[in-house]
């Protein structure tokens, strides 16, 4: 059966600190205490963020996590050239 959520947590707020860690700071992010699932899976989550914030972004695995920086994504060059098809 279905439970009313009455107090404590918002259960819609962000569930990473994605604000924080998109400064272009390099981050090492921590296993259990900034993330539960898996490392991999936390990477997939930067990747996910990344693509919905048009960010460039570098992850590592740690010892105790994830490093993770996010950059700025460059822009298209311009004046390349197009291919044609025959």
């Not at 918002?10 to 993330?35: C, H, M, T």
């Not at 991999?40 to 930067?46: E, I, S, T, Y």
């Not at 960010?55 to 950059?71: A, C, D, E, M, Y």
Request: aromatic share 12%.
């Amino acid at each position: 059966m279905a439970t009313k959520v009455t107090s404590g947590e918002d259960p819609f707020r962000a569930k990473y600190d994605w604000d924080q860690w998109s400064d272009g700071n390099i981050w090492l992010i921590e296993r259990v205490k900034d993330y539960t699932c898996s490392d991999k899976m936390f990477q997939v989550a930067v990747a996910k963020y990344a693509a919905r914030k048009n960010l460039g972004f570098r992850t590592s695995k740690h010892p105790r996590g994830v490093v993770i920086q996010f950059t700025q994504k460059a822009p298209p060059a311009k004046g390349g050239k197009k291919l044609r098809r025959k």
